[in-house]
């Protein structure tokens, strides 16, 4: 069975940083794009950062530009973001997708996100 | 970077009603389009991949069509499960941006 697990989530001041970590496992992680989505609260879906299943490339949201690495490690299975500079706008269930390898690209797995709250 | 507009933003209709839902892009993206839905406190839900291709185990009263910048989502006969938010996603080589959403309401 494929799972993704978000972890990493919790509150941190404005200016601060913060690495979320996608324990993905059921599937063969080193064979996948992946990508982190984020919701701001009662807001709509915004994608925020893909990366390539060999890390051969990376792509972010012009919202995060600068601030935020995507990466990935195939050996423990896991992608990461790392989340610097962080401004209250980035307040929002971050969600890791994996992206399907069928040709046609689409998210046809997600987790279950965790939570980034960024107030002083 | 290419916008997808999604219309309405607000739906309200009946069990069994039909309804349709619109995603335009900024510039053609062929069929690189997808449809997802989610339910409030829950991860999104994929429906439809290639613009019009229904993901294994969807019903099949939902349903995609589309190409370039104008792409549809319909479900022919709204189940009580199908009140959610839906959201259309484009692929292109670099960016991955999804619409701001359509929530379905009961009428």
């Known amino acids: 069975e494929v799972q993704l697990v978000e972890s990493g989530g919790g509150l941190v001041k404005p200016g601060g940083s913060l690495r979320l970590s996608c324990a993905a496992s059921?599937?063969?992680?080193?064979?996948?794009?992946m990508n982190w989505v984020r919701q701001a609260p009662g807001k709509g879906l915004e994608w925020v950062s893909s990366?390539?299943?060999?890390?051969?490339?990376?792509s972010n949201a012009d919202s995060v530009k600068g601030r935020f690495t995507i990466s990935r490690d195939n050996a423990k299975n896991s992608l990461y973001l790392q989340m610097n500079s962080l401004r209250a706008e980035d307040t929002a269930v971050y969600f890791c997708?994996?992206?399907?390898?069928?040709?046609?690209?689409?998210?046809?797995?997600w987790g279950r996100g965790t939570l980034v709250t960024v107030s002083s | 970077d290419i916008q997808m507009t999604q219309s309405p933003s607000t739906l309200s209709a009946s069990v069994g009603d039909r309804v349709t839902i619109t995603c335009r892009a900024s510039q053609s993206i062929s069929d690189w389009l997808a449809w997802y839905q989610q339910k409030p406190g829950k991860a999104p839900k994929l429906l439809i991949y290639?613009?019009?291709s229904l993901e294994s185990g969807v019903p099949s009263r939902f349903s995609g069509s589309g190409s370039g910048t104008e792409f549809t989502l319909t479900i022919s006969s709204l189940q009580p499960d199908d009140f959610a938010t839906y959201y259309c996603?484009?692929?292109?080589?670099?960016?991955?941006?999804f619409g701001q959403g359509t929530k379905v309401e009961i009428k």
């Open positions: 996603q484009q692929f292109n080589t670099y960016s991955r941006t």
């Open positions: 990366i390539g299943s060999s890390s051969s490339y990376k």
């Open positions: 059921g599937f063969i992680f080193s064979t996948y794009n």
């Open positions: 290639k613009a019009s």
């Open positions: 997708a994996r992206e399907a390898a069928s040709g046609s690209p689409h998210f046809d797995y």
